[in-house]
């Protein structure tokens, strides 16, 4: 998906290879929700989905196991950016060339344009201080209920990334 607008409803996204950047989802704006966004991978920035230049909200969507070359392998964000991430689980995504943000990584806007991203109920591995990235020029909104625990994803090795009714991502 590229260059789009919302709403983007119930979607499964997966095994994607991207030349560019964002091989799951690049520069969508408007409502995601209830998405499946794993095992893409790309030789430029965000392996699972980049939100450069978008405004709109991520709801109930897991973002797993993409990798990228460069920056964000789960989620890459920059210029004018204003994105919210609601209730989603970010894990186990990588990054080849940048070790810091591989589950997010939020870059400068050379134009001065004010990029934000707001993460707020959601499970993102490393938490704030762990495996995300923030430029100083960039905001970073890290709201209330975020955790840093395993999904209990059923059977990720199998592709089945339901959570299980033990998982601390459940209610």
Partial sequence: LWECSGPINHCVIMNNVGSGDGAGISRCSGLISNCLIAQNRTS???GG???TACSGEIRNCTIADNSALKRGGGVYAWF?????????IIVNNR???YEE?????VDQDAYGRECALTVRYSDVEGGREGHVFIDPTCTMNWGLGNIDADP????????????????????
């Fill in 44 to 46: 430029g920035d965000g």
């Fill in 49 to 51: 989905i980049d939100v």
């Fill in 80 to 88: 004018d950016s204003q994105v919210t991430f609601n209730n989603c």
């Fill in 95 to 97: 990054t080849h060339s």
């Fill in 101 to 105: 943000g591989r589950e997010i990584y």
């Fill in 152 to 171: 209990g994803f059923r059977d990720r090795a199998g592709g089945d990334y339901h959570i299980s009714a033990a998982s601390a991502c459940f209610n």
